[in-house]
């Protein structure tokens, strides 16, 4: 079946946003850093099309924006706190794409995280409440602590 759909397993933004993560873990460059960033803000904010065939399917009118404008507003700037730019265009990119519970763990903030999104009133009641740092880690299967001979402990609680 043909179909114009295409089942992507890892997008270009990903490539590029996990090169800025290593250049900052790394103390890279931070003008390389923002340029890597802001080839991701411009092609979502200036380049993308506004009146294609799926655009007209969008259910908010997103306005267009100059090459100006968006220097001055929406680009990414070196005196930028980088590390919440990049953890940023990660939720904002790859939104429901499956990449937001493991961006979290990477980042050790699961656990803050969720129990503030328990207060929230779109959580309804119960999705995050129950996560504490009892709840996380979760425990490592004692058959892959046998493989290591002990070399792996098992995560405190369990």
Avoid: C
Avoid at 43 to 64: C, G, H, K, M
């Amino acid at each position: 079946m043909r179909t114009r759909w295409t089942f992507y397993l890892i997008r270009y933004p990903e490539v590029l946003l996990n090169y800025a993560e290593a250049l900052l873990n790394t103390n890279g460059d931070r003008q390389e850093i923002v340029n890597t960033l802001n080839i991701i803000r411009k092609r979502a904010f200036v380049t993308t099309s506004r009146i294609d065939e799926e655009a007209t399917l969008r259910q908010i009118v997103v306005p267009a924006v100059s090459e100006a404008e968006f220097n001055a507003n929406y680009a990414v700037k070196t005196t930028d706190d980088l590390e919440q730019a990049i953890r940023h265009e990660r939720r904002m990119e790859l939104a429901m794409e499956g990449h937001r519970f493991n961006d979290l763990v990477r980042w050790n903030n699961y656990v803050p995280i969720m129990q503030a999104y328990a207060t929230k009133p779109y959580a309804n009641g119960n999705k995050g409440r129950q996560i504490s740092d009892n709840t996380w880690p979760y425990p490592i299967p004692q058959t892959e602590i046998d493989r290591t001979a002990g070399s792996i402990t098992q995560n405190p609680g369990y």
